[in-house]
């Protein structure tokens, strides 16, 4: 939350652990700011015309039922909440929601707390024991997807997705660790494109980084971490790993799909697009070319 200038003079600072106030207090006099969540609560409150007294009262049966007083309020907490922007604990804002009618999930984000973003902030940490997910769809939102393509796609053929998205929708894609699907690129792997088989099936669906357009030359300990690049040509896409030598790109497709090798002056030739980060793909029984 942020507060301009006239609201920000003379803060007085809270003991360190300290949970209580926001870093913003406005001078004496002053109206609190709209986005305020103290406020937003006491508006509320006055919409449903009760008194202090009667929210007190509200919480002391929610604290019966819950069977704790952590959930009971005291007249001079909810001043406090309303007025000198203390922050609740959640149980106590749980009862305001609870009284208020209000959405506990709309009200923690007027606390700056959006739990959409919960799956994203998890990949800041990765526990080496395998371990299940337990975030739940229906509270931690959407993102951005491709949901409309241009009808003329050949899906037989390896495609730059990106350039054939006619309608973004949404998707309650919980594990997409990515900020903006709308800030990457996507590809779609040709069904009868074999070249990265079995490591990209023909189908795949392909999420490209484009700011990763420099072919690396080092940096991974096996084949399986080398780098996947897609690659636009004059006669279209290609994907897989990559040599650079000489003035030459040396396209190099996964071993077991019995693929040749193939070579491009570059960057005459072929361009690189990006780097593949991110795959999406049925895990399916394989079937053979033939079939």
């Not at 799909?257 to 399916?284: C, D, H, K, N, Y």
Request: proline share 7%.
């Amino acid at each position: 939350m942020q507060f301009s200038q006239r609201y920000t003079r003379n803060i007085p600072q809270t003991p360190p652990g300290s949970d209580q106030y926001w870093t913003g207090i406005p001078l004496s006099g002053t109206n609190l700011i709209m986005d305020d969540p103290g406020q937003k609560l006491k508006k509320r409150r006055e919409e449903l015309d009760l008194r202090y007294r009667d929210v007190v009262e509200a919480s002391g049966k929610i604290a019966e039922r819950r069977k704790s007083d952590e959930y009971r309020f005291v007249l001079s907490r909810l001043s406090e909440i309303e007025n000198q922007q203390a922050l609740p604990s959640i149980y106590k804002l749980y009862t305001l929601c609870a009284i208020y009618r209000l959405d506990l999930l709309e009200v923690l984000e007027w606390y700056g707390i959006d739990l959409s973003l919960l799956p994203g902030d998890s990949a800041v940490i990765n526990p080496g024991r395998t371990h299940a997910i337990e975030f739940r769809e229906d509270v931690n939102g959407s993102v951005p997807f491709p949901l409309s393509l241009d009808p003329g796609l050949d899906l037989r053929r390896t495609t730059f997705l990106t350039r054939m998205i006619q309608r973004w929708g949404k998707l309650p894609l919980l594990l997409m660790n990515v900020p903006d699907p709308r800030s990457y690129r996507y590809a779609y792997v040709g069904t009868e494109d074999w070249s990265m088989f079995p490591v990209l099936q023909p189908g795949s669906l392909l999420l490209i980084d484009d700011t990763k357009r420099k072919v690396q030359s080092s940096g991974w300990t096996s084949e399986d971490d080398r780098p996947i690049y897609l690659l636009e040509h004059r006669g279209g896409f290609f994907v897989g790993r990559c040599t650079i030598a000489d003035g030459f790109l040396i396209l190099q497709p996964h071993p077991s799909s019995e693929t040749p090798a193939r070579v491009f002056q570059f960057p005459t030739e072929i361009e690189v697009v990006g780097q593949v980060v991110g795959v999406a793909m049925r895990l399916e029984t394989r079937k053979s070319r033939g079939k």
